[in-house]
């Protein structure tokens, strides 16, 4: 079990920038996929990126070319650089790990609040 503490989070204007933290309580190192979802009411939690052990990344359609996922393997932390934000990006943004292909168990944050208003 890992404990994740995500951190932000915010108010942007449309077209602003804003980078998502997560913080893991052990080495992000072999956890083998690491995911930022978001979910706003009325919606299904939708998948916006993840990367794997391998750094290997996927992405949303609707972020794609916007929002990069990232890991620092010295501070334990994935990032989720965010640009060019949209109004419809606005919702709450949970970090996820799965930290093996062999369980389907994975353990969440506790959320981030993006709001994209002017």
């Known amino acids: 079990q890992v404990q994740l503490v995500e951190s932000g989070g915010g108010l942007v204007q449309p077209g602003g920038s804003l980078r998502l933290s997560c913080t893991a309580s052990k080495s992000i190192f072999s956890i083998a996929y690491m995911a930022w979802f978001r979910h706003t009411p009325g919606k299904q939690r939708e998948l916006v990126a993840g990367?794997?052990?391998?750094?290997?990344?996927n992405y949303a359609d609707s972020v794609k070319g916007r929002f990069t996922i990232s890991r620092d393997l010295a501070k334990d932390t994935v990032y989720l650089q965010m640009n060019s934000l949209k109004p419809e990006d606005t919702a709450v943004y949970y970090c996820n790990a799965r930290s093996s292909w062999s369980s389907p168990r994975s353990d969440w944050g506790q959320g981030t609040r993006v709001t994209v208003s002017s």
């Open positions: 990367v794997t052990s391998a750094d290997v990344t």
